[in-house]
């Protein structure tokens, strides 16, 4: 969207939806949420002893930390124009950077006969290790390992009923 309109405008619609969420803060969670924990302070928990009205003090306490953050990101996007076109340029002087890496290092690891798939992961390895900073790159790749990990439906391949892996078409014989 930010291409298809001008920076001003695009700055403007920015701030106005900062804005709205800052109305949002302001009228929903923070006066909603004091009218609701005022209200709940006089009913006890049944397991803890506690007022219920207790729990609901997170809501105005997000409201504003939400306002005061909505606050910043306005400060923030009325600042000026030519340090998010530097912030651009070095975005595509990195990205550039990263294409020649993985493009040199892959025809040079492909050339010595390296298989493909070692000279994929190696070259784009090295490119992520030398445009990305190492703690980001790290973290980055736990969690993708993580949420790869996470998948179901690939945990679940082994444990398939009746299958095995020199006895193709076993399945349709395991269901009686």
């Known amino acids: 969207m930010s291409q298809t309109i001008s920076l001003p405008a ?6 106005f939806g900062e804005l709205i969420a800052f109305a949002f803060s302001l009228i929903i969670l923070v006066y909603g949420g004091i009218k609701i924990t005022s209200l709940a302070m006089g009913q006890m928990t049944s397991a803890l002893g506690v007022a219920v009205g207790v729990f609901y003090v997170v809501m105005p306490l997000c409201g504003i930390l939400n306002m005061i953050y909505t606050v910043l ?3 923030d996007i009325s600042k000026t124009a ?6 651009k340029r070095r975005h595509r002087l990195m990205a550039m950077e990263s294409l020649l890496i993985i493009i040199v290092v892959l025809a040079v690891l492909l050339i010595v006969g390296v298989p493909i798939s070692y000279s994929i992961g190696i070259s784009a390895l090295i490119a992520i290790l030398r445009t990305v900073p190492l703690e980001v790159s790290v973290v980055t790749g736990a969690q993708r390992i993580f949420v790869g990990m996470s998948k179901f439906s690939l945990t679940a391949i082994p444990f398939y009923p009746g299958r095995k892996p020199d006895e193709p078409g076993r399945h349709r014989q395991t269901a009686g």
């Open 73 to 75: 990101n306005i400060v």
């Open 10 to 15: 695009s700055r403007s619609s920015a701030i």
């Open 82 to 87: 030519s340090l998010r076109r530097r912030k």
